[in-house]
C-alpha cells in the first residue's frame, strides 16, 4: 500500500494523542522534504468540476511508485500511480495531471457523497511526501426563489422567479422543479430561470408553500442540488350568496325567518355582515344586516300590506333576491271609553266579521265591514246600573264592567246618526256656534270688498256704456292717485310712484314683446337647463338612507371653456349617466346612484363604467377639437339620505360621501380614479393601479373592466357541483 497508505490506516486507529503526533510528523517530512512540492487546489469545488495536480521536485528510485491521492475523510482515491523509476535520479523532475472530473466515471467510485467535504491532495514517492491545503468537494447549489407578489386572488396568475449558483460560486446549468403549491419543469439557463401559472379559481383561500429544486446532472446521475420554499396567500372571495326563506307565504303578527349563507370560491361558507333589504308592495323598506350562516325572525306588522314582498341580500357586490307572499289577516282591537265601545281595524284587509256584544244576560250580533285603519265606535245603552260586558268575534275579545244609562238594552253606530238623536242639544249648541261666525265673517268680507250701492263711484259708473266706462275709471283712478299723492310729505314723494296705472300701449312699444320675449341669453349655454338634470344636494328630512354611488367630475377650466366644449360635455354626460342621475354644480358635475333611483345595490359598478364612458368621451373630443375640457373624474360610494319626488332625487351627503369624491376628482387629470372602498366591492372586476393617498385614504386608478362572462360560467359550473353533492 506505500507509506502514505499506512499512514492513512494509523490516523483511523489511534486516539487524538496519536493523530497529533501523527500530524506533527506530516509537518516535519514536509520540511525536511521541501524540495518536493504540490501545486494548491480551489478552496471549493463542485462534484463535475475538473480538478488540476501538479506535483514539482520528484527524483526516482529503484523501488515503489509515485502515488498522488485524493483524501477526504475517511475516502482515499487514487488519482496516479507511477513507478518511481520513471523518474530520473539525478534532477529532479515534475508531474502534472492533465485534470481529473469529480464524477462517478473518471474517479472510477461507486459513491460521489464519499469524497463530499473536506479534502486534501497527498503526493509521496519513496520516502517522500508532500501534501496539499484543505478544500471543499461540494454537491450543493444555492437555490433562491421569488413571487411578483405575496397575495393573490383566486384566477390570478403567479410569476416565479429563480436564481440557482453552485457553492463554487458558478451560475447552474441544469434544471429546476416546483411541488407542493403548483408543479412545473424547465431549464435553467446561466443560474436563472421563471415560470407563471395560474391560482384556479376553486382554490382554498389560505397560505400555499412552493417548493424549488435546482440540480444539474451528469452521465450517471444528479451531481448537485439544492431546494428553497417560497409562500403565498390566497385570499377568500365571496363567490355565492344563498338566501334561505322560512316559507313561501308570511303571515303578519307571526315569527318569518330569512337566511343567508356566503360561500367562497372554494364552496367554504364565509364570515360577515351580510346587508338584509325588505320591499313591500309599495315599496315601504325594513333594512337590517345578519351573520352569515344565521338567520334574522322578523314579526311583520298586522296591518303590512297583502301582495308580493321582495327580499334583497347583498354581501361584497354579490346580490340575490326571493318572493314570498303577504298574506291578509283579518284583526281588530276593541276598546272602552265609558259607554262608548271602539273597534279598530288593524289587521290589514277588510274586516268582515259578525261580533257577539253580551251585556248582563243579553247578547246582541253585530255584522261588521271595516277597512284596514278605519275606527268605528258604537253607544252601549242598558238600564241604569253597572254590567259585565263582553266582546267576542272568536278570536278577540274583551270583558269591561261598565256603568251603562238608558231605557233598555241598546247597541247604536255613531256613523248612522244615533249620536244627534242621543245629544241633540250639543248638536244645536254648536250649530250656533257655526252660524255665527259665518255671519261675522260674511259682514266684515262685505265692508272691505265691495262698492256701496249708491256711492258716487257706483252712479257714475251705472251711467257709462262699455269702453266709456273704462276710460272713465283710468281717469277716475289718476285722480284718485294724485288726491292720494298730495298728502303725502314731501320727502316721501319722490320715491313713491303712481299705485294705479293704465295704458293702451301695446307689449312691443312698451319693451314686452311677449312672442319674441325670452329671459335667456341665446350666446351662453346652461348646464343645467337639460331635463335630464335628476338630482339635487339639499337638506332631506325625511328619506331612507340608502348605500349609493357617487361620480364626481371636476372641470378644471370650467370658466374657460366655450360654447361648443359645454354641449359637448352636457351631452357626454347625459348620454353615458345609465341610471344615475346629474346634479350640476358649478365647477363639478356629480351623477348619484342610488338604489331609490336605480332600483339596485349594485351600484358601484354602474358607477364606474358611467365614469369610464365619461373619460373614454371626453378624450376623444379632446383630441378632434380646440375647445378642450380638462377634467378629473372620481368615484366613490357611501352612505346618502335620499329621496324622490316629482322626478327629481334629493339627497343629503352622510361623513365624506361626496366630499372624498370630489378630491378625487381634483387629484389627477383625464382617468377615472376610484376609492379602495369601491374597488374592494369590485376587485374582481377592474384592473387598477396604485394612485394617490389622499389623507389616510387609498385611491386607485382604473385601468379596464374585466369581462365576466367566464367567471359566470365558471360560477355556474361550482352551483352545479354543489347542486349534485347535496
Same mark, same amino acid.
Given at each position: 500500500?506505500?507509506?502514505?497508505?499506512?499512514?492513512?490506516?494509523?490516523?483511523?486507529?489511534?486516539?487524538?494523542?496519536?493523530?497529533?503526533?501523527?500530524?506533527?510528523?506530516?509537518?516535519?517530512?514536509?520540511?525536511?522534504?521541501?524540495?518536493?512540492?504540490?501545486?494548491?487546489?480551489?478552496?471549493?469545488?463542485?462534484?463535475?468540476?475538473?480538478?488540476?495536480?501538479?506535483?514539482?521536485?520528484?527524483?526516482?528510485?529503484?523501488?515503489?511508485?509515485?502515488?498522488?491521492?485524493?483524501?477526504?475523510?475517511?475516502?482515499?482515491?487514487?488519482?496516479?500511480?507511477?513507478?518511481?523509476?520513471?523518474?530520473?535520479?539525478?534532477?529532479?523532475?515534475?508531474?502534472?495531471?492533465?485534470?481529473?472530473?469529480?464524477?462517478?466515471?473518471?474517479?472510477?467510485?461507486?459513491?460521489?457523497?464519499?469524497?463530499?467535504?473536506?479534502?486534501?491532495?497527498?503526493?509521496?514517492?519513496?520516502?517522500?511526501?508532500?501534501?496539499?491545503?484543505?478544500?471543499?468537494?461540494?454537491?450543493?447549489?444555492?437555490?433562491?426563489?421569488?413571487?411578483?407578489?405575496?397575495?393573490?386572488?383566486?384566477?390570478?396568475?403567479?410569476?416565479?422567479?429563480?436564481?440557482?449558483?453552485?457553492?463554487?460560486?458558478?451560475?447552474?446549468?441544469?434544471?429546476?422543479?416546483?411541488?407542493?403549491?403548483?408543479?412545473?419543469?424547465?431549464?435553467?439557463?446561466?443560474?436563472?430561470?421563471?415560470?407563471?401559472?395560474?391560482?384556479?379559481?376553486?382554490?382554498?383561500?389560505?397560505?400555499?408553500?412552493?417548493?424549488?429544486?435546482?440540480?444539474?446532472?451528469?452521465?450517471?446521475?444528479?451531481?448537485?442540488?439544492?431546494?428553497?420554499?417560497?409562500?403565498?396567500?390566497?385570499?377568500?372571495?365571496?363567490?355565492?350568496?344563498?338566501?334561505?326563506?322560512?316559507?313561501?307565504?308570511?303571515?303578519?303578527?307571526?315569527?318569518?325567518?330569512?337566511?343567508?349563507?356566503?360561500?367562497?370560491?372554494?364552496?367554504?361558507?364565509?364570515?360577515?355582515?351580510?346587508?338584509?333589504?325588505?320591499?313591500?308592495?309599495?315599496?315601504?323598506?325594513?333594512?337590517?344586516?345578519?351573520?352569515?350562516?344565521?338567520?334574522?325572525?322578523?314579526?311583520?306588522?298586522?296591518?303590512?300590506?297583502?301582495?308580493?314582498?321582495?327580499?334583497?341580500?347583498?354581501?361584497?357586490?354579490?346580490?340575490?333576491?326571493?318572493?314570498?307572499?303577504?298574506?291578509?289577516?283579518?284583526?281588530?282591537?276593541?276598546?272602552?271609553?265609558?259607554?262608548?265601545?271602539?273597534?279598530?281595524?288593524?289587521?290589514?284587509?277588510?274586516?268582515?266579521?259578525?261580533?257577539?256584544?253580551?251585556?248582563?244576560?243579553?247578547?246582541?250580533?253585530?255584522?261588521?265591514?271595516?277597512?284596514?285603519?278605519?275606527?268605528?265606535?258604537?253607544?252601549?245603552?242598558?238600564?241604569?246600573?253597572?254590567?259585565?260586558?263582553?266582546?267576542?268575534?272568536?278570536?278577540?275579545?274583551?270583558?269591561?264592567?261598565?256603568?251603562?244609562?238608558?231605557?233598555?238594552?241598546?247597541?247604536?253606530?255613531?256613523?248612522?246618526?244615533?249620536?244627534?238623536?242621543?245629544?241633540?242639544?250639543?248638536?244645536?249648541?254648536?250649530?250656533?256656534?257655526?252660524?255665527?261666525?259665518?255671519?261675522?265673517?260674511?259682514?266684515?268680507?262685505?265692508?272691505?270688498?265691495?262698492?256701496?250701492?249708491?256711492?258716487?263711484?257706483?252712479?257714475?259708473?251705472?251711467?257709462?256704456?262699455?269702453?266709456?266706462?273704462?276710460?272713465?275709471?283710468?281717469?277716475?283712478?289718476?285722480?284718485?292717485?294724485?288726491?292720494?299723492?298730495?298728502?303725502?310729505?314731501?320727502?316721501?314723494?319722490?320715491?313713491?310712484?303712481?299705485?294705479?296705472?293704465?295704458?293702451?300701449?301695446?307689449?312691443?312699444?312698451?319693451?314686452?314683446?311677449?312672442?319674441?320675449?325670452?329671459?335667456?341669453?341665446?350666446?351662453?349655454?346652461?348646464?343645467?337647463?337639460?331635463?335630464?338634470?335628476?338630482?339635487?344636494?339639499?337638506?332631506?328630512?325625511?328619506?331612507?338612507?340608502?348605500?349609493?354611488?357617487?361620480?364626481?367630475?371636476?372641470?378644471?377650466?370650467?370658466?374657460?371653456?366655450?360654447?361648443?366644449?359645454?354641449?359637448?360635455?352636457?351631452?357626454?354626460?347625459?348620454?353615458?349617466?345609465?341610471?344615475?342621475?346629474?346634479?350640476?354644480?358649478?365647477?363639478?358635475?356629480?351623477?348619484?346612484?342610488?338604489?331609490?333611483?336605480?332600483?339596485?345595490?349594485?351600484?358601484?359598478? +354602474?358607477? /364606474?363604467?358611467? *365614469?369610464?364612458? %365619461?373619460? #373614454? @368621451? $371626453?378624450?376623444?373630443?379632446?383630441?378632434?377639437? !380646440?375647445? &378642450?375640457?380638462?377634467?378629473?373624474?372620481?368615484?366613490?360610494?357611501?352612505?346618502?339620505?335620499?329621496?324622490?319626488?316629482?322626478?327629481?332625487?334629493?339627497?343629503?351627503?352622510?361623513?365624506?360621501?361626496?366630499?372624498?369624491?370630489?378630491?378625487?376628482?381634483?387629484?389627477?387629470?383625464?382617468?377615472?380614479?376610484?376609492?379602495?372602498?369601491?374597488?374592494?366591492?369590485?376587485?374582481?372586476? +377592474?384592473? /387598477?393601479?396604485? *394612485?394617490?393617498? %389622499?389623507? #389616510? @385614504? $387609498?385611491?386607485?386608478?382604473?385601468?379596464?373592466? !374585466?369581462? &365576466?362572462?367566464?367567471?359566470?360560467?365558471?360560477?355556474?359550473?361550482?352551483?352545479?357541483?354543489?347542486?349534485?353533492?347535496?
Amino acid at each position: 500500500m506505500g507509506l502514505h497508505n499506512i499512514y492513512i490506516v494509523r490516523i483511523r486507529a489511534v486516539d487524538m494523542k496519536k493523530l497529533a503526533f501523527v500530524l506533527f510528523f506530516i509537518l516535519i517530512g514536509s520540511f525536511v522534504l521541501a524540495d518536493m512540492s504540490i501545486s494548491e487546489p480551489l478552496d471549493v469545488y463542485n462534484l463535475g468540476d475538473r480538478l488540476y495536480v501538479s506535483v514539482d521536485g520528484l527524483r526516482g528510485t529503484n523501488n515503489g511508485n509515485l502515488n498522488i491521492d485524493l483524501v477526504c475523510r475517511n475516502s482515499t482515491v487514487n488519482l496516479v500511480r507511477i513507478s518511481a523509476r520513471a523518474f530520473s535520479g539525478e534532477e529532479d523532475q515534475g508531474y502534472s495531471i492533465p485534470y481529473k472530473i469529480l464524477d462517478y466515471e473518471d474517479l472510477e467510485i461507486l459513491n460521489l457523497d464519499s469524497i463530499v467535504g473536506n479534502c486534501q491532495i497527498i503526493s509521496s514517492l519513496g520516502d517522500g511526501i508532500v501534501s496539499s491545503k484543505m478544500f471543499e468537494i461540494s454537491d450543493d447549489v444555492i437555490v433562491s426563489g421569488s413571487l411578483d407578489k405575496n397575495v393573490y386572488n383566486p384566477g390570478d396568475a403567479v410569476t416565479v422567479t429563480v436564481d440557482a449558483i453552485r457553492e463554487n460560486g458558478a451560475n447552474l446549468n441544469g434544471f429546476v422543479e416546483s411541488g407542493n403549491a403548483s408543479f412545473f419543469s424547465k431549464a435553467v439557463v446561466d443560474g436563472a430561470a421563471s415560470e407563471v401559472f395560474i391560482i384556479p379559481e376553486t382554490a382554498e383561500a389560505g397560505i400555499y408553500f412552493l417548493t424549488i429544486k435546482a440540480y444539474d446532472v451528469g452521465t450517471s446521475g444528479v451531481l448537485n442540488s439544492g431546494q428553497s420554499v417560497v409562500s403565498y396567500e390566497v385570499n377568500q372571495v365571496a363567490s355565492s350568496l344563498v338566501m334561505s326563506l322560512a316559507d313561501v307565504v308570511a303571515i303578519p303578527g307571526e315569527v318569518f325567518t330569512i337566511g343567508a349563507n356566503v360561500f367562497d370560491q372554494a364552496g367554504v361558507e364565509m364570515n360577515g355582515l351580510v346587508v338584509l333589504k325588505v320591499i313591500s308592495p309599495t315599496e315601504e323598506s325594513l333594512d337590517a344586516t345578519i351573520d352569515a350562516g344565521s338567520s334574522s325572525e322578523i314579526v311583520f306588522p298586522l296591518n303590512s300590506t297583502v301582495g308580493t314582498w321582495r327580499v334583497f341580500t347583498s354581501f361584497e357586490g354579490l346580490e340575490q333576491v326571493r318572493e314570498f307572499e303577504m298574506t291578509g289577516v283579518q284583526k281588530v282591537d276593541f276598546d272602552f271609553e265609558d259607554s262608548v265601545l271602539t273597534v279598530m281595524n288593524i289587521g290589514n284587509v277588510l274586516y268582515n266579521k259578525t261580533i257577539d256584544v253580551s251585556i248582563g244576560d243579553e247578547i246582541m250580533t253585530l255584522d261588521l265591514k271595516i277597512e284596514p285603519g278605519e275606527i268605528r265606535k258604537f253607544s252601549v245603552g242598558a238600564p241604569n246600573g253597572e254590567y259585565e260586558v263582553l266582546i267576542d268575534d272568536g278570536d278577540t275579545s274583551i270583558s269591561r264592567q261598565v256603568l251603562l244609562t238608558g231605557n233598555a238594552v241598546s247597541l247604536s253606530d255613531f256613523r248612522d246618526g244615533n249620536f244627534l238623536s242621543m245629544y241633540p242639544i250639543l248638536w244645536i249648541f254648536l250649530i250656533l256656534i257655526l252660524a255665527g261666525i259665518g255671519i261675522v265673517l260674511t259682514i266684515r268680507y262685505r265692508k272691505t270688498r265691495t262698492v256701496k250701492k249708491g256711492g258716487f263711484l257706483s252712479k257714475i259708473l251705472a251711467k257709462l256704456p262699455g269702453k266709456k266706462k273704462v276710460a272713465q275709471l283710468h281717469k277716475v283712478g289718476v285722480s284718485a292717485g294724485g288726491k292720494v299723492r298730495d298728502k303725502m310729505p314731501e320727502g316721501f314723494k319722490s320715491r313713491v310712484e303712481n299705485s294705479l296705472t293704465f295704458t293702451n300701449k301695446s307689449p312691443a312699444v312698451q319693451g314686452l314683446d311677449i312672442k319674441n320675449y325670452s329671459h335667456e341669453d341665446k350666446s351662453m349655454v346652461d348646464l343645467t337647463r337639460d331635463k335630464h338634470v335628476g338630482a339635487e344636494s339639499a337638506l332631506v328630512l325625511k328619506g331612507e338612507k340608502q348605500r349609493s354611488s357617487v361620480v364626481a367630475i371636476a372641470l378644471k377650466n370650467h370658466d374657460s371653456i366655450g360654447d361648443a366644449g359645454k354641449e359637448a360635455l352636457s351631452k357626454i354626460v347625459i348620454e353615458s349617466k345609465g341610471k344615475g342621475l346629474i346634479d350640476w354644480r358649478g365647477d363639478f358635475v356629480f351623477v348619484v346612484f342610488s338604489p331609490v333611483a336605480t332600483r339596485t345595490y349594485s351600484n358601484d359598478g +354602474l358607477a /364606474v363604467k358611467c *365614469g369610464i364612458e %365619461i373619460s #373614454e @368621451n $371626453l378624450s376623444d373630443y379632446n383630441r378632434k377639437f !380646440k375647445d &378642450k375640457v380638462e377634467f378629473g373624474i372620481g368615484v366613490h360610494s357611501g352612505d346618502l339620505i335620499a329621496s324622490k319626488g316629482n322626478g327629481k332625487l334629493k339627497y343629503t351627503g352622510i361623513g365624506n360621501t361626496i366630499s372624498f369624491a370630489k378630491r378625487m376628482s381634483d387629484s389627477d387629470s383625464g382617468r377615472v380614479i376610484v376609492s379602495d372602498d369601491v374597488r374592494k366591492k369590485l376587485i374582481r372586476d +377592474l384592473k /387598477v393601479d396604485k *394612485g394617490k393617498d %389622499i389623507g #389616510e @385614504n $387609498l385611491t386607485y386608478i382604473v385601468s379596464e373592466i !374585466k369581462k &365576466k362572462g367566464g367567471d359566470q360560467a365558471k360560477l355556474r359550473e361550482l352551483l352545479k357541483r354543489q347542486k349534485a353533492t347535496d
